[in-house]
């Protein structure tokens, strides 16, 4: 079955640089969430798009910006980089379209090393 | 006080042995409580799921809610060594999905 992907897996920026985390949810998936795991820490909830409307937002820093577009996939924007936003970036995909979106199924990650 | 609070372990128990993972939360609201299981460098994976009170089996996994204590347990009988991750629970109430801080389980052979 297909999964979430996302892209690129690993990604190496320097301090004040931008990046863009993509994330490509399940077939028929109209559901993204963004998490952000740092090291030996649990994921901490980003932001989440509903048809390609923002529908909750966590804890984004205002330097982070994030889109969902009409083929559904999605785009974690973040610029200014510091070397705390070093972490695993999760992306997850749902469908509400049968009902609550309890099940969240989590792509592979980006791993972002800002130096 | 976080809303999740999962103990971190480590555990680590023999193969075969039953194993017993909790959580306690603090916000009524949640309704769906899910269990993952990640493995060193990837993604969470969704084990289980259950809605307000009351108990789930799937093969070796059992998942248990208890809404008036705030309690929720994961128990894995006959663990395996393929069963060694963290395993992190999850709670949400309307749409934020919440997590404990995973506890590392390791199965020894």
């Known amino acids: 079955a297909a999964g979430v992907i996302q892209s690129p897996r690993h990604l190496i920026k320097e301090k004040r640089e931008t990046a863009t985390l993509k994330c490509y949810p399940i077939p028929r998936h109209d559901t993204v969430y963004w998490y952000q795991q740092g090291p030996g820490q649990d994921p901490q909830f980003l932001i989440s798009f509903y048809e390609k409307m923002q529908s909750d937002k966590g804890s984004i820093p205002d330097r982070f910006s994030a889109q969902q577009f009409s083929d559904y996939h999605s785009e974690l924007n973040m610029s200014s980089l510091e070397l705390g936003d070093s972490a695993l970036y999760f992306c997850a995909s749902t469908t509400r379209r049968r009902g609550p979106s309890y099940e969240q199924y989590f792509g592979p990650g980006t791993r972002l090393t800002v130096t | 006080q976080k809303e999740v609070e999962q103990d971190p372990g480590p555990l680590s128990v023999p193969e075969g042995a039953i194993v017993s993972l909790n959580c306690t939360y603090s916000n009524s609201a949640f309704q769906y409580f899910m269990w993952y299981r990640q493995y060193s460098r990837k993604g969470p994976e969704l084990l289980m799921y259950t809605y307000s009170s009351g108990n789930k089996e799937d093969g070796r996994f059992t998942a248990q809610v208890d809404k008036s204590s705030k309690y929720i347990s994961l128990f894995i009988r006959d663990s395996q060594p393929s069963d060694s991750a963290t395993y992190l629970c999850?709670?949400?109430?309307?749409?934020?999905?919440?997590f404990g801080q995973g506890t590392r389980l390791t199965i020894n052979p």
């Open positions: 999850a709670m949400k109430g309307a749409q934020k999905l919440v």
